[in-house]
């Protein structure tokens, strides 16, 4: 389900990105631990939190509707000995543990482990891809529970430029099915409903915002409602397939090196010939138009007839 299909709503809600923060950290820049070894650490943390906190599992066995707020993870109770109990009514709850997915990523040559938890996700609409536009309502969490940010209205976000996390994670739901606007609300059906649970380093890691410690891991319950597909130099390429070797990072990928990454570069081979205009066969999409080097005429500087067409 795509975001401008809400028409001028969008720009009402458009109006509250400034006031979520799901970013890329702050603005000091300390000197930062080494991040493969503080992803052991990290994920050591990660595993004792999912093995000590359940959920309300049954919950959501239930035809669907479920929100954010729906969502309560507890720790275990603890005896005077400071040692952990049995799980609590395991009739209607989960060890984290036992729920959640665990995937392998890798970032800044490094390799993650990050885990997932899927509470709603049954049909629905299409996912976004990483550096897409994505409306979300969400709540950022610590470890010890305390919300750092949260976004009760929808709110939308460029994945260009949240953190790691979200740009992996997001992509692994579906948007809603359909929406309906009920006295001025807009009311979303079958929407992907989730809890991420991110190591330091795919989250802000050393240069956190205000009320985040530095390398803390963090829990962030989500509902993922629309996308919409970005293009963000308008070129007639999606972003997303200006990621050429594949690493989920725009910013490495800049084909004639003028520190100007392809997905903002409209002429990404600097040939001085726009990205669109070297689309030969005329159907939008200049990736499937090969020159006479086998690859695609946009990457190729040596490439340089212009098939712009007049309005």
């Known amino acids: 389900m795509k975001i401008r299909s809400l028409g001028v709503l969008v720009l009402t809600l458009s109006l509250l990105i400034a006031s979520c923060r799901p970013d890329d950290g702050g603005s000091t820049t300390p000197v930062a631990n080494d991040r493969t070894e503080q992803q052991v650490i990290d994920d050591a943390a990660l595993v004792e939190y999912l093995n000590t906190h359940y959920y309300n599992a049954t919950t959501f066995d239930g035809s669907g509707g479920f929100t954010i707020e ?61 550096s897409d536009d994505i409306r979300v309502r969400y709540s950022g969490n610590l470890e010890d529970g305390t919300i750092f940010d949260s976004a009760v209205t929808p709110v939308e976000f460029d994945m260009t430029n949240v953190i790691q996390g979200w740009n992996r994670v997001m992509p692994q739901y579906n948007t809603a099915e359909s929406f309906e606007i009920i006295g001025g609300e807009v009311i979303y059906t079958n929407y992907g409903l989730g809890v ?45 397939l200006e990621d050429l070797d594949l690493d989920l990072n725009l910013f490495t990928d800049d084909t004639d090196e003028n520190s100007v990454p392809n997905y903002i570069d409209n002429d990404d081979d600097g040939d001085g010939v726009l990205t669109i205009n070297e689309d030969e066969n005329g159907d939008g999409d200049p990736t499937n138009d090969i020159g006479e080097n086998g690859i695609p005429r946009y990457l190729d500087p040596e490439e340089t007839d212009s098939f712009e067409t007049e309005d």
């Open 70 to 130: 729906d969502i309560d993870i507890m720790e275990l109770p603890k005896d005077d000995d400071d040692n952990y109990l049995p799980l609590p009514d395991p009739d209607n709850n989960n060890l984290l543990i036992e729920d959640v997915e665990e995937i392998a990523t890798t970032f800044l040559d490094v390799d993650y482990k990050y885990y997932i938890l899927r509470l709603g996700q049954n049909g629905g609409g299409e996912s976004p891809k990483f």
């Open 196 to 240: 991420m649970f991110l190591p330091s380093g795919l989250s802000y890691f050393a240069t956190p915002p205000f009320g985040v410690p530095a390398y803390a891991n963090l829990v962030f319950k989500f509902e993922l409602l629309q996308f919409e597909e970005n293009d963000h130099d308008n070129d007639g390429i999606p972003s997303y």
